[in-house]
């Protein structure tokens, strides 16, 4: 089964990065409020690159350049999929932190220049 990871990267600002195993690499959306645990609170998702698998058991320092700070894994599992398009994902996430149904849904603002603007939300 595919994981999934999230990170708790204290850089100029706390943020979560959520990051999915996908081809090989690990999809990402950084988010800069905790990850929801309780059904309908929605997070803004903001997709960035792709990373490698290999990061997914990173933590420690980053010390320069882009996300220089302190980085640690909040919560870490398996996941599977149970809908995928390229405007939305359904998963269930068996985490420690996260557990059941969760969603990312594209968000198509009107003000999105970057069109990487997604919402990350637990539905069961």
Request: with cysteine.
């Amino acid at each position: 089964m595919p994981i999934f990871v999230i990170h708790e990267h204290q850089a100029r600002n706390l943020h979560w990065d959520l990051r999915l195993e996908s081809g090989g690499k690990l999809k990402s959306w950084a988010l800069p409020k905790q990850p929801p645990r309780t059904k309908n609170v929605k997070r803004l998702a903001i997709q960035v690159e792709d990373h490698l698998l290999s990061y997914a058991n990173f933590e420690g320092d980053i010390e320069e350049g882009y996300g220089k700070g302190r980085v640690r894994i909040w919560d870490k599992g398996s996941y599977t999929f149970e809908s995928k398009t390229p405007k939305k994902f359904v998963f269930t996430l068996q985490g420690k932190m996260l557990k059941g149904k969760y969603c990312l849904i594209k968000a198509d603002f009107e003000d999105d220049v970057k069109k990487n603007n997604w919402l990350f939300f637990k539905m069961a």
